[in-house]
């Protein structure tokens, strides 16, 4: 996948430029607890946090008592991966819709990316440090995702995922398509088309691509007809994702996933679908609108029997993976950049508030009230 | 260990309330008798506190509770080995059970929320227990304006409303500011004009004894001048003395001996006024029936809560005004920014139910709205709001959302919400109260927890589908 | 509810299917209709896995000494060679699966800055179009269709995205898009075609378009993945009023704007001009040539059109008037193809042409008003065109006396007038009812050439067979179990 080998280009710049600066232990950073890599909250852990900005040990916090560097302490508090929110639009200013053409790839959310915009310090101050950013998905072909860092609003993918979809806002009374018929029609002839270019990596796997949709026949009918073509589509819905998630019951494995954004009102078949497909083994994220709001739909997904510790790696590990970051950030492991989001308790919990904000070990946002407890 | 008398009288208390309340639960009484001992709860306390007890069933309701409760040796047994128990949440403003959503006809003081509540709905009912929740007050809601009684419902299996009359409903949060301003004006002139009502009824009740009191004056002076006249018709007088016997309304009494002039109208309903006898008083009008201001009334002097729905400081401000003016005790039903106001709430001694606020209030910092009313010792639950969708879902999740910091929220939703409401019976765990319990898979206060059994009424009505798989 | 009976049947099925695979199962019954005329009465069936093993009338040669008893008659599943998903089922799937709180559905998670708003005839079709404003001004969503938000489009009909037509309406020739994108295979529109006895369909696009989207063929129960017969049947061409009077209407272009809608047809002749264009343009195609002109189909449609000039892509035209009738064979002469008719309203009037054209036809649904009001309901103003003036209740008799290979279908009926009971009225018109049978069972199975697979009850065929309660097509009659592929899908005893 070229947005895994630039990942893995730019990791290894940056492993390169380690090499060279001599990295060496930072800070300890350590609460009561951190969020481990299989979404479980694990009780006297602390990490180590070298000078290239990365994870250099998870270690029992008696271990990393005896070492004389320096200390940061949260008393209480859960350290977790910083969350990654899907199909968002945070930092695109402005109208996001672009409609003039119903194949259209040349809309780059990397375009529309405002970096200094409001709603991207929204998201990091809410826990959220990393995102995938999409065109509206108005169109059968709607365009490619970028995957940036809301610190800074860089881009670690800039040309990522071709985000197709068939929901009816891709669809246009007036010149067409008209109907899912049709928008299904295009997106198999274009694929069937393409020689080279983008669409051609997308029939040969070689480009993630995602289908979204609003309903689950709408999904089901994307996602099949993009596997005949080769891609590997990861499954954008919010509705009905129940019926999803039965109609793919043998293949869950192979499925990803970004469920929601939901709200209070969903209906109960939106809200089961995750847990269900995250027990068949599918990789589920979610899209949450906010940070707020990933937080909230992973919650609600877990009230709707999605065990908690999928739950928590759909809003930090598997997210970053369905972003194409997932070998760089997302989870604690040593190695991993230290993109960290300190809590006063479990992000899946709202009553949880963020105490301070690493990325790449170096803190950008502290809560106005959390600094006392910093030593 | 407690008396057997003491255990008696629990049972009969019991016994009572089912007999009362739960209808539907007739067959645990007879379980009842013998009742179940749940062993090793972690039960979570109002105040936070985490304490391991058994608990007796009986019935549909709580026979003892402690940590050393203990059963016959040959009664039955769940033990819950170690779970976190709390109480059935409460979800203090639902709309849950509405049937198609609130209507958007105009509704009166007269109309009843019970009225619109399909306790069939099972699978509302079951989307609620995995939530936890198992009572709710469903609001009256309709136009804006006043809009009826709400009711107090126990999502047994099938629902069981415990009071139809539970509150008066009054809406204050118009669309536009003409239509607040129109709305609040028509709510306070309603009011007003029920205080009238009482006021003119009083007068009447003056007025009536004022006029029997002239018409025995006036007879006893007419009786006095026949006295005088000997040669007065005496057999039109026994006539109609006899055809009123047993009538002891003295007002008719005293008409039907008006004399022989008068018999013309006997049998015609209420000839009042009578100006046939010149110097015979005026009889007071009676003030005509009015089911809706007799409603209000109930309120004003106390016998029904009120709750009004405002979300804006104005609105909040403008319920306090009526709630004084009318002499109500004020619940603040939504309250977005009800914080802006904690001072006069308190001083109103009004109490909050929070619910989710439309989007324009979004920037409101949640948690230090629900600090700030906290710290004013204001009454406080939280409610799902009116969508009848998300009824009863998600309320402890919303109570975080809505800014309660993780002690709190539980007992937002318990303990706190059953005193809101008045249903001393609701939200908590102890002798004689209802057996509404939730067995979680981890503790609910904290992130990722999922209800994991749900007893009502001491049966056992949900169990996750997923129960057994633990968590971190 | 009907929809209900089947969920739970479904459900009860996942259990059985996997002790009754490969398992003999022997039902012996008052009468088995095997589709192809033959009558054993009494008679019995055997079936294992999912083929029917034997058929017989021989009560000594049945495979087994106890045998299941149905007091009632068997006959093969129906088929419908013509139906079309009624558009507003989605209230009904939503209804079942929702209880009463179908809203719930409805309701998208959408923030307020992504709904679009839209006055879409989508909202037109909702129940309770009357509280939308009072709702709109209190900001509300319309908790049925969620007016105004564009959500609607799909509550208003699941699997059936278009605004107005579930028939791609970019062009009026669009054979490369096909209508299977289009359904919800998992809809309940299927689940209440099973409940009256159709296990196989031939989903038939509606005829907005001229050269419309080709059909598909489906199996109305078992796992939605293996429900698919064909992906890509034939190519749906109206010759009818439908393509002008239905759908957004076409119209030339205002001041300069050109849009998808400025075109033909908005006539009759128009749309005899668009199919012969198309048909024109794709000949020129096929030589390098490039079409242009007003009307041009969409590069896509050619090589579909041109493989049903060659006859291996098949054609069904869809015409319910005399002269439609006549301009249908009048046209596939010129380009020298074969088509099957549909719903052939007026096809009475054409009996020797047809028969000499070696036309099928698919005919029905049989009313007591042609194309006329069926309900009060608005919609079917947009339905039915009160394009025919002369029907005759007698004509599917005719045609089948004539010799003209005719199947019968319900289209968009359902329940009390599904397949069954328009059988039932070709009866009481005439037909003899082991004709009637024939005509929803092996004579669809022959159009859609799948005689060898389904459409009799004989051995080596898919074991789809329909348990009745008593004659197949009598009044009273209703199917008691549904047999889809060996397993029992229906079953209300």
């Given at each position: ?17 380690a ?20 979404g ?10 070298g ?10 916090q ?28 945070a ?6 819709a ?23 310090t929204?998201?990091?101050e ?10 509206a ?12 860092n ?8 800039d ?6 979809s068939?929901?009816?806002i891709a ?8 109907s ?13 088309e393409?020689?080279?270019g ?9 480009r993630?691509?995602v ?23 990861v499954?954008?819905?919010?509705n ?5 998630a ?19 009102n ?17 990789e ?12 909230l ?38 190695g ?10 479990d ?29 | 260990?407690p ?8 049972m ?18 007879f ?8 062993q ?15 608990m ?10 402690g940590p050393?409760v ?35 006809s105009?509704?009166a ?9 399909d ?9 609620a ?7 709710v007050?469903?609001?009256a ?11 107090l ?34 709510v ?7 205080k ?8 009447y009740?003056?007025e009536?004894?004022?006029?029997e009191?002239?018409l ?25 003395g006899?055809?009123?016997n ?13 004399g ?8 015609g ?18 003030p ?11 309120a ?28 109500v005790?004020l619940t ?35 948690a ?16 799902s709001?009116?969508?009848?969708a ?8 919303q ?5 309660a ?59 996750s ?8 | 509810m ?8 479904l ?8 002790s ?5 199962r ?8 095997v ?6 009465a009494?008679g ?11 058929v ?7 495979p ?14 129906l088929?419908d060679?013509?139906?079309?998903v ?31 708003s ?14 939308h404003?009072?709702?709109?001004s209190?900001?509300l969503?319309?908790p ?11 509550a ?8 107005d037509?579930?028939t ?24 209440r ?8 369909a ?8 001229v050269?419309g ?19 890509e ?11 002008y ?9 205002n ?33 390098g040539?490039t ?23 098949g054609?069904r ?15 596939s ?6 088509f099957?008719l ?39 103003f ?8 002369a029907?005759?209740l ?18 968009d ?51 789809d ?20 592929g ?8």
């Open positions: 996948m070229p947005g895994r080998e630039m990942t893995a280009a730019i990791a290894a710049l940056a492993l390169a430029g090499a060279q600066a001599q990295p060496t232990e930072r800070f300890v950073l350590s609460g009561s607890s951190i969020l481990a890599a299989d479980s909250i694990q009780q006297g852990r602390a990490l180590l946090i000078s290239d900005g990365r994870i250099r040990r998870v270690a029992e008696s271990e990393l008592d005896s070492l004389r560097i320096e200390r940061v302490e949260f008393e209480g508090a859960v350290i977790t991966p910083g969350l990654f929110d899907l199909a968002s639009f930092g695109l200013e402005g109208d996001n672009e409609v003039a053409y119903a194949s259209d790839l040349e809309a780059r959310a990397i375009d529309g990316l405002d970096p200094t915009s409001a709603s991207l929204d998201l990091l809410g826990g959220v440090t990393g995102a995938m950013i999409i065109p998905p108005v169109n059968p072909i709607s365009g490619l995702s970028a995957t940036i809301t610190s800074t609003g860089n881009a670690w993918v040309q990522g995922a071709v985000i197709f068939v929901a009816p669809l246009d009374t007036l010149f067409g398509p008209t899912r018929t049709g928008a299904l029609e295009l997106i198999r002839r274009s694929l069937g393409a020689e080279d983008m669409l051609a990596e997308v029939a040969r796997g070689d993630p691509a289908i979204y949709a609003e309903s689950s026949d709408g999904a089901l009918a994307g996602y099949s007809a993009l596997l005949t073509y080769g891609a590997e589509p499954i954008a819905l919010s009905a994702s129940i019926d999803v039965l109609e793919l019951e043998e293949e869950l494995d192979e499925v990803r996933f970004i469920a929601g954004p939901f709200a209070p969903a209906a109960p078949e939106s809200l089961a679908g995750p847990g269900l497909m995250a027990r068949g083994g599918a589920v994220a979610f899209r949450g609108g906010s940070a707020e709001g990933l937080r739909s992973a919650a609600m997904a877990v009230q709707y029997g999605m065990n908690p510790q999928a739950a928590r790696r759909g809003i930090t590990s598997v997210a970053a993976g369905i972003a194409g970051v997932g070998d760089v950030t997302g989870s604690i492991e040593p991993m950049r230290a993109d960290l989001v300190v809590w006063s308790g992000p899946l919990a709202m009553s949880s508030q963020v105490l301070a904000v690493y990325v790449g070990g170096q803190l950008v946002y502290a809560a106005p009230n959390s600094t006392e407890s910093m030593e | 260990m008396s057997v008398g003491r255990s008696i009288h629990v009969t208390t019991a016994l009572a309330a089912s007999v009362c309340l739960a209808a539907p639960a007739a067959e645990a009484q379980g009842g008798a013998r009742g179940r001992l749940y090793n709860a972690k039960v979570i306390t109002p105040s936070g506190n985490v304490r391991e007890v058994n007796m069933v009986a019935g549909p309701s709580v026979m003892q509770i050393d203990a059963g016959s040796p040959f009664g039955p047994k769940t033990d819950l080995e170690g779970r976190f128990v709390t109480p059935g949440l409460i979800d203090a403003a639902s709309s849950i059970l509405l049937q198609g959503g609130f209507g958007t105009g509704t003081a007269t109309s009843r929320a019970s009225d619109a509540i306790v069939f709905d099972d699978l509302a009912i079951r989307d227990w995995r939530n936890g929740v198992t009572s007050f469903v609001p809601v309709g136009q804006p304006g006043i809009a009826g009684k709400g009711a419902v126990r999502l047994t299996p099938t629902a069981t409303i415990e009071d139809d009359e539970a509150a008066l409903c009054i809406r204050l949060d118009g669309a536009s500011a003409s239509e607040r301003l129109a709305v609040f004006a028509e306070r002139e309603a009011f007003r004009q029920a009238l009502l009482r006021e003119s009824r009083d007068i009740e003056g009536l004894e004022d006029y009191d002239e025995k004056k006036a007879l006893e002076e007419w009786e006095k001048s026949q006295e005088e006249d000997p040669e007065g018709d005496d057999g039109g007088e026994d006539e109609a006899d055809e009123d047993g009538d002891d309304e003295p007002a008719q009494r005293t008409r039907s001996r008006r022989p002039g008068a018999e013309d109208n006997e049998n309903d209420d000839g009042e006024g009578d100006d046939e006898l010149p110097e015979g008083p005026e009889k007071p009008e009676r005509g029936p009015d089911p809706a201001a007799d409603v209000l009334l109930e004003i002097e106390g016998r029904l809560p009120v709750r009004i729905l405002a979300h804006s400081s104005a609105d909040i401000t403008s319920a306090i005004e009526l709630a004084e003016a009318a002499g005790e603040i039903v939504g309250g977005a920014e009800s914080h802006l106001l904690a001072e006069e709430l308190a001083d109103a001694e009004g109490s909050v139910i929070l619910t989710p606020a439309p989007d324009r209030f979004s920037h409101i910092d949640a230090a709205r629900i600090s700030t009313l906290l710290d004013h010792d204001i009454d406080l639950c939280v409610g709001g009116f969508d009848s998300s009824g009863g879902r998600f309320v402890l999740l109570a975080q959302w809505l800014g910091d993780e002690r709190d929220s539980l007992a937002l939703v318990t303990r706190d919400a059953a005193g809101v409401l008045g249903a001393p019976t609701w939200g908590r765990l102890g002798q004689g109260l209802n057996a509404d319990f939730v067995v979680w898979s981890s503790d609910p206060r904290l992130g990722g927890a999922q209800p994991y059994q749900v007893y009502v009424a001491g049966e056992l009505v949900w169990e589908p997923n129960a057994g798989e633990g968590d971190s | 009907n929809g209900l009976g089947v969920v739970t049947s459900g009860a099925v996942a259990v059985f299917a996997s009754s695979l490969g398992q003999l022997v039902i012996q019954a008052d009468a088995v209709h589709g192809n005329g033959t009558v054993h009494p019995w069936i055997a079936i294992e896995g999912d083929e029917i093993v034997a017989g009338g021989d009560m000594g040669a049945m087994s000494d106890d045998p299941e008893v149905h007091w009632g008659a068997i006959t093969p599943g088929i060679a013509n139906a079309r009624e558009r507003l089922d989605a209230f009904a799937e939503y209804r079942v699966r929702g209880g009463t709180v179908l809203e719930r559905v409805m309701r998208g998670v959408h923030s307020p800055d992504q709904v679009i839209c006055s879409c005839s989508g909202h037109a079709l909702c129940p309770v179009i009357g509280t404003e009072p709702l709109a209190e900001g969503t319309c049925v269709c969620s007016y105004p938000s564009h959500v609607a489009a799909d208003m009909a699941p699997g059936l995205i278009s605004v037509t579930y791609e309406a970019a062009s009026e020739v669009v054979p490369h898009t096909r209508v299977i994108d289009s359904v919800n295979i998992r809809g309940a529109d299927l689940d075609l099973v409940e009256g006895g159709v296990t196989t031939y989903l038939s696009p509606d005829s907005t378009a050269i989207p080709r059909g598909a063929v489906l199996r109305t129960a078992g796992r939605t993945s293996r429900r698919v017969i064909e992906r049947s034939d190519v749906h061409a109206a010759i009818n009023s439908a393509p009077f239905s759908g957004p209407s076409n119209n030339q272009p001041e300069g704007s050109v849009t998808n809608r400025s075109r033909r047809p908005t006539t009759r002749m128009g749309v005899a001009w668009v199919f012969r264009k198309a048909f024109h343009d794709a000949a020129e195609f096929a030589r040539l079409p242009d002109g007003a009307d041009t189909a969409p590069t896509e449609a050619f090589p579909v059109l041109n493989e049903v000039r060659d006859g291996d892509v054609l035209i869809h015409s319910r008037a005399l002269n439609d009738i006549e301009s249908a064979l009048r046209l002469a010129e380009f020298g193809m074969g099957t549909l719903e052939g309203t007026e096809a009475y009037g054409l009996i020797p042409e047809l028969r000499e054209a070696g036309v099928p036809v698919v005919f029905g649904p049989i009313y007591m008003r042609p194309s006329g009001e069926r309900t009060a309901f608005d919609l079917d947009f339905l039915f065109t009160n394009e025919v003036g029907n005759k007698d004509t599917l008799k005719t045609l089948i006396d004539a010799g003209i290979p005719t199947a019968l279908s319900a289209q009926l359902r329940d009390e007038d599904g397949l069954a009971r328009q059988a039932m009225y070709a009866i009481r018109y005439g037909l003899a009812p082991e004709d009637a049978l024939r005509a929803v069972t092996l004579t669809p199975a022959e159009i859609l050439g799948l005689d060898n697979e389904i459409g009799s009850l004989e051995a080596g065929k898919r074991a067979l329909v348990l009745w309660n008593g004659e197949p097509f009598a009044a009273t009659a209703k199917p008691v179990e549904v047999v889809v060996g397993k029992t899908v229906v079953d209300r005893r």
